[in-house]
């Protein structure tokens, strides 16, 4: 057991740093891009560029050998990104806005084979240690990764520049990758889902999409509602940059600041979502914080005040994820024979949701006012807000269903 908890203090260091290195690049690049371009379709086009590998990559990694060493996939990707990333700089020097966003493409591409094999060995510690222990653990890193990182990009991009975000982001993930060094990797309890060929189900398929409509067998329900919610509230990755340099014209350090209020709130939210206080039931958890995440989102368009704005962005993370940490701890219950192909279908919904929600955005941004956008974001959340009300008037109990596949 001792062993197991070490493993899981490496992980969550190594996430938290390779998150906080994340962060670094993602608020400087929208300030990066913003300078060269001055134009706000220009900021949904780079986040679209960071979001569209992850949605491919993830769904073409279901092709990954199930024997595959995880960790050490893991040590290669964070050294691959703190290379790839120097190149941005290159890219600065020479004004290439689309070489940025190929820098981009690439590091994304590598950020969603990470998170896939990170989170096979949260599956496999699971085994010995409680999952929901490990989720919560590295959430809270995650959030505290995102205010550092947004914190520090804020003050380095007035302070030194983009170049030397960029160096420090790169010696983030060399670090990231020697604390996987020292994980131990068990490749008999690793191969998380080699139940998969004694079963002879799914792995032996040579459709990928045979594969995932196979895998999705009665989780129809839960990838459909985290779809939909995520679509809505995809624009809360947006809210900074727009608010930051579009409505207030407030600076580049402010999309940082609040991307900090942004990791604070989720923070909280996820420590409180842990301690089991806030509703014994899962969906009403969901339902009650994604009511509230989604008023948030229409308050924020309607307040003609930063400070105002900054506190609705809080609440609106606050409930947010709260949320969307049940709807993806559901997921997180399925059983080891499906777990790798869940898995890949769960990460690859994430990033098209929010690929088709900034997608959406840059359409409407260019139509319409700011506040019928943020209606149309809200509408959905509260479509799968909707789905979860009809399971439970059907008294159709998500987690039962889960047990139900899993036996």
Known sequence: MKSYN????????????????SWLFTVAVYGEVYRMTG?????????????AP?????????????KTNERNLMIFLDVSRGVILLFSILFVH??????????????????????VMKNHLIKANGQKVDIGKQISILRYYYEISLILGALTASYMSVHYGFIYIVILDSVTFIVSALFLILYRYDAESNTVIAHVQNCKIISNNSNIFQSISKALSGYYFIIATKFAYVFGIGILNMLPA??????????????????????????????????????????????????????SLIIISLVNNPTLS????????????????NIENLIMLCDKVRFKQINIISQSSFFLSILLSVIL????????????I???????????????????????NIDNAVSGVNS
């Open 361 to 372: 955005y840059s359409i409407l941004i260019t139509i319409t006012s700011f506040l019928v």
């Open 310 to 325: 900054m506190i609705m962005i809080g609440i609106m993370s606050y409930s947010a994820i709260i949320a969307f940490l």
């Open 242 to 295: 727009i608010l930051a340099l579009k409505i207030y014209k407030l600076g580049q350090a402010y999309v940082g600041y609040y991307f900090t209020i942004i990791g604070i709130c989720s923070a909280i939210g996820a420590f409180h979502n842990s301690t089991d206080k806030l509703f014994q039931s899962k969906e009403l958890r969901i339902i009650f914080f994604g009511l509230t995440s989604c008023f």
């Open 94 to 115: 020479l004004n290439s806005v689309l070489g940025i966003f190929v820098v981009q493409f690439v590091i994304a591409a590598a950020n969603s084979v990470f998170l």
């Open 6 to 21: 070490k493993n899981i203090m490496y992980m969550s260091f190594a996430d938290f740093i390779s998150s906080y290195g």
């Open 374 to 396: 943020t209606t149309v974001y809200a509408s959905v959340s509260l479509i799968s807000l909707f789905l979860v009300f009809i399971a439970i008037k059907r008294n159709s």
């Open 54 to 66: 992850q949605l491919l990559f993830s769904i073409f990694s279901i092709k990954i050998p199930d």
């Open 39 to 51: 134009s706000a379709v220009s900021l949904a086009i780079s986040f679209s560029v960071g979001i």
